[in-house]
């Protein structure tokens, strides 16, 4: 059974630093890709970055790159999302994904059809 939990979600001012964790249960999170999503009232759920399980390299969207950063603790089976200068249009409710199965594709990290595993979710609201 998988399951991942998010949690770090909330208000904060625009300028202003937030970090997102993602606590895996039932595999571990160097196995599996995982992936950061966001999705905002109206909006389609948008990729904003990710993990390869194989060799560690991190992929963002073009929108956060520079500000946001996306790590793994392995002794905590956590994954980390640190996000700085934040944007009022960064408010969504930001989800953590783990992929169904061992992926060896750059393309498939971009994309939420391959993700078979998500978490509840966790509101970020950015004030102007």
């Known amino acids: 059974q998988v399951q991942l939990a998010e949690s770090g979600g909330g208000l904060v001012q625009a300028g202003g630093s937030l970090r997102l964790s993602c606590a895996a249960s039932g595999r571990t999170v160097s196995a599996y890709g995982m992936g950061w999503f966001r999705q905002a009232p109206g909006k389609e759920r948008e990729f904003v970055a990710a993990i390869n399980w194989n060799d560690g390299n991190t992929y963002y969207a073009d929108s956060v790159k520079g500000r946001f950063t996306s790590s793994r603790d392995n002794a905590k089976n956590t994954v980390y999302l640190q996000m700085h200068s934040l944007k009022p249009e960064g408010t969504a409710v930001y989800y953590c994904?783990?992929?169904?199965?061992?992926?060896?594709?750059?393309?498939?990290?971009?994309?939420?059809?391959?993700?078979?595993?998500w978490g509840q979710g966790t509101q970020v609201t950015v004030s102007s």
């Open positions: 994904a783990s992929h169904g199965r061992a992926y060896f594709s750059r393309a498939a990290y971009y994309t939420k059809a391959t993700y078979n595993y």
